[in-house]
């Protein structure tokens, strides 16, 4: 019988991180991984899609803030991901807001400005 980390790991290799699932192959870093990656993050309990007005200037309109979520295994990620760091991912650089680990998964809050 398995105990409980060993059925956690299986769950997240054959649900969350199967390519026929949630994740998707890609490159981060130059380095090709499985990982799910969204455009979705739930911001004080509501969920926010993709493009949100970036507050630096309230007077320009042409600015998007960009927040997609990345969850990796910590293992496919170089040394450590740091906040305020940049990550490249499938050829786009991203900064990174937020980095939390669980269980060896991270879970990484990027951001990128659009216009």
């Known amino acids: ?3 409980f980390r060993e059925c956690f790991e299986d769950d997240l290799d054959n649900a969350f991180f199967d390519l026929d699932d949630f994740a998707d192959e ?3 870093d130059g380095k090709k991984c499985v990982a799910v990656f969204t455009t979705t993050e739930i911001v004080n ?4 899609y993709g493009l949100m007005k970036a507050t630096l200037n309230p007077k320009e309109t042409a600015i998007n803030k960009v927040q997609p979520l990345l969850f990796v295994r910590k293992s496919d990620l170089r ?6 760091s940049m990550i ?3 050829g786009v650089k991203y900064f990174v807001q937020q980095v939390t680990t669980t269980q060896g998964v991270c879970r990484l809050v990027l951001e990128i400005h659009a216009v």
């Open 45 to 48: 309990g509501k969920m926010s």
């Open 88 to 90: 490249t991912l499938d």
């Open 26 to 28: 890609h490159t981060i």
């Open 79 to 84: 040394a450590k991901v740091t906040p305020n």
């Open 1 to 3: 019988m398995n105990n």
